[in-house]
Nanobody, 128 residues
Framework: QEQFIESGGGLVQAGDSLRLSCAAS????????MGWFRQVPGKEREFVAG????????DYAGSVKGRFTVSSDNAKAALYLQMNSLKPEDTAVYYC?????????????????????WGQGTQVTVSS
């Protein structure tokens, strides 16, 4: 079974940057469209960013557009999320997720239920 492991979370101050990584266990990584989601206690998991399996199309939630950048490296079977100008409201557990559906080959989905595999999450805390 495919496994994904996030890393790079931590405690930072507002305005700082962090880079999250998501490592895949299998070499079939290039077959997946990938997404980043985040969740705070008591709230639904929300879409942050996505990138298609070709690396040619990305999508961002409005709240992070212009501050976050998603990228992938199929050769390393890795997904990244560069987060700049962090705000306290970015505080959450961040998850990477993989979507194997042919439907998502070109456009990443914003719907969490469309994703088949999830990492365990990494905590990001931004202090004011």
């Amino acid at each position: 079974q495919e496994q994904f492991i996030e890393s790079g979370g931590g405690l930072v101050q507002a305005g700082d940057s962090l880079r999250l990584s998501c490592a895949a266990s299998e070499r079939t990584f290039s077959a997946y469209t990938m997404g980043w989601f985040r969740q705070v206690p008591g709230k639904e998991r929300e879409f942050v960013a996505g990138i298609n399996r070709h690396g040619s199309e990305t999508d961002y939630a409005g709240s992070v557009k212009g501050r976050f950048t998603v990228s992938s490296d199929n050769a390393k079977a890795a997904l990244y999320l560069q987060m700049n100008s962090l705000k306290p409201e970015d505080t959450a557990v961040y998850y990477c997720a993989a979507d194997s559906s042919p439907r998502a080959a070109w456009t990443p989905s914003r719907v969490s239920h469309d994703y088949d595999y999830w990492g365990q999450g990494t905590q990001v805390t931004v202090s004011s």
